[in-house]
Nanobody, 121 residues
């Protein structure tokens, strides 16, 4: 069974930094795009950043100059380095990945359980 496990969330003051990690485990054949999304209370889940298997990245305008997404294909892990955090970055951050499971030989979109990021002013 394939799963995504996130870590690295927490409480930080405005201007601080956090690094999120998300590791995919299980019977994995291949991973295409990986990404991070976030959802604040009362809002819809929104894209933060994505990265292709080849390393091409895309990020929301609101975070483009402050957040960096990267991945380690050997470890099936995606990272989100968040710098100069602002109170409006407070949300639950979710990892997302498009994974080919060996058991099904089909690409399926998987989600992590979410990790809370809280930025105090």
């Amino acid at each position: 069974q394939v799963q995504l496990v996130e870590s690295g969330g927490g409480l930080v003051q405005a201007g601080g930094s956090l690094r999120l990690s998300c590791a995919a485990s299980g019977s994995i054949g291949r991973i295409n795009a990986m990404g991070w999304y976030r959802q604040a209370p009362g809002t819809q889940r929104e894209l933060v950043a994505t990265i292709s298997s080849g390393g091409s990245t895309n990020a929301a305008d609101s975070v483009k100059d402050r957040f960096t997404i990267s991945r380690d294909n050997a470890k099936n892990t995606v990272y989100l380095q968040m710098n100069n955090l602002k109170p409006e970055d407070t949300a639950v951050y979710y990892c997302n990945a498009d994974i080919l499971a060996k058991a099904t030989l089909m690409f399926v979109e998987y989600w992590g359980q979410g990790t809370q990021v809280t930025v105090s002013s």
